[in-house]
């Protein structure tokens, strides 16, 4: 499911390409650190890459689609859930760590980023990138829980729909953020002992 | 919960401030049938709403925020979700026709809208009010059953869960968008009797 190459021509690791992106990536992060994101433009982007501005309008289309691009990037999992010895504390401990990823002002503002994004990559929009690496996560957690012996396990559908939408969907609409206790008792309600 | 007011000031109705957003909406709503969202400018708006660009800037902020405000207030439901004579009847018949709207071509443009405004309304960000236009129409589906004396009920946030997050996060995020058999089987799965 989840792809491996990046940017709209999925680079090469170590070419050329490869090595644009990384430097714009890069700059990207250094500036929003530096100046923050409303002060981002693509010229400034382009001279700290030390890239031109067309480079970066061929590859990324506009400001928003190069956002995205980071966004998704930074959203990528940089290593497996950890492993609790069972289906639900691996639930607990993974969902736990997301939330709080999520609702942190960085976690906040790469979602609205990727969802700003209009362009494709690897021919899908760029928010089902996001989708594709939470559901690999969760891939992991049902694999080892199969390897286990677990009886009843639930589809990886079902655990997006019942943890993951509900996560999102709070942070992006509801009028209070989701918390650790409304999270727990999502858990307890039995959203992973079903299907 | 829900705001009967709209726009940064909660104009009263038949005002000069309630005739100015008024003529401003039906402006955006003419312009965005006859030339397509993305030829919309302030200016434009103004000329065919009767006002200066600046009334708008002063009122709405920029395009985005204005955009934002007329999705909202397209997103106001003029019903009452039907009543079926049960809950597990009048939340499948509330849910399709969520589905069905929100997947439409003017759905998805005026979800992707509100969450692109960075106002406030009433107070609120945006996004909140769809939240809470949507939790009063469960609302309304769950009075029901409780007057018909119905056991077991849920609560609004679990219906929230349960059956609003999946949808709109699908629609979002998902490599194929939330069809009909997948949230009969989320309706079939008992989502409605959890609490």
Chains 1, 2 share one sequence.
């Not at 290593?79 to 401990?93: K, N, R, W, Y």
Request: glycine share 10%.
């Amino acid at each position: 499911m989840v792809t491996l190459t990046s940017g709209k021509s999925g680079p090469r690791p170590g070419g050329r390409s490869a090595r644009v992106q990384a430097a714009v990536h890069a700059a990207v992060n250094e500036l929003q650190r530096e100046s923050g994101r409303a002060a981002l433009t693509v010229p400034m982007v382009a001279a700290r890459a030390g890239v031109t501005p067309s480079t970066i309008y061929r590859r990324w289309g506009d400001l928003a689609d190069l956002l995205a691009d980071v966004a998704v990037e930074r959203m990528r999992p940089d290593m497996e859930p950890p492993d609790t010895g069972s289906l639900a504390g691996d639930l607990q401990a993974w969902s736990e760590q997301y939330l709080d990823e999520m609702s942190s002002d960085v976690g906040r503002a790469m979602v609205r980023d990727v969802l700003a994004g209009t362009g494709q990559m690897d021919g899908q929009p760029v928010p089902c990138r996001c989708f594709e690496f939470t559901a690999a996560q969760i891939d992991v957690i049902l694999a080892r829980a199969r390897q286990r012996g677990e009886p009843g396990l639930p589809t990886v559908d079902a655990l997006m729909d019942g943890i993951v939408a509900p996560v999102i969907y709070r942070l992006l609409f509801a009028p209070a953020p989701p918390d650790l206790a409304w999270l727990r008792d999502r858990l307890h309600d039995g959203v992973a002992g079903r299907r």
